[in-house]
Nanobody
Framework: QVQLVESGGGLVQPGRSLRLSCVTAGFTFSRYGMRWYRQAPGKERELVASSSSGGGSRNYADSVKGRFTISRDNAKNTLYLQMNSLKPEDTAVYYC???????WGQGTQVTVSS
């Protein structure tokens, strides 16, 4: 049974940073690409960042490029999203995802506000 548990969200001021984590279980993490999505109130869920299984290939939405970094620790079965220079428009619930299994975590709320 695939399990994904996100954490690390919170309320931060614009310009500050947060690091999200997604602890996984139930599959061989190192073999699969992973993604981070987000969903803001009243908007569709959007792809934020993706990582290949080994972490060597990473892609980002234009809206976060240069500010967010996706990474993974295959020894800890954990996916990360380092978010710097946060903006109010980054406010959303952030989810990690394993595309192969169509599995989702419960999400973690990120609110950027002064």
């Amino acid at each position: 049974q695939v399990q994904l548990v996100e954490s690390g969200g919170g309320l931060v001021q614009p310009g500050r940073s947060l690091r999200l984590s997604c602890v996984t279980a139930g599959f061989t993490f190192s073999r699969y690409g992973m993604r981070w999505y987000r969903q803001a109130p009243g908007k569709e869920r959007e792809l934020v960042a993706s990582s290949s299984s080994g972490g060597g290939s990473r892609n980002y939405a234009d809206s976060v490029k240069g500010r967010f970094t996706i990474s993974r620790d295959n020894a800890k079965n954990t996916l990360y999203l380092q978010m710097n220079s946060l903006k109010p428009e980054d406010t959303a619930v952030y989810y990690c995802n394993v595309p192969t299994f169509g599995a989702w975590g419960q999400g973690t709320q990120v609110t950027v506000s002064s």
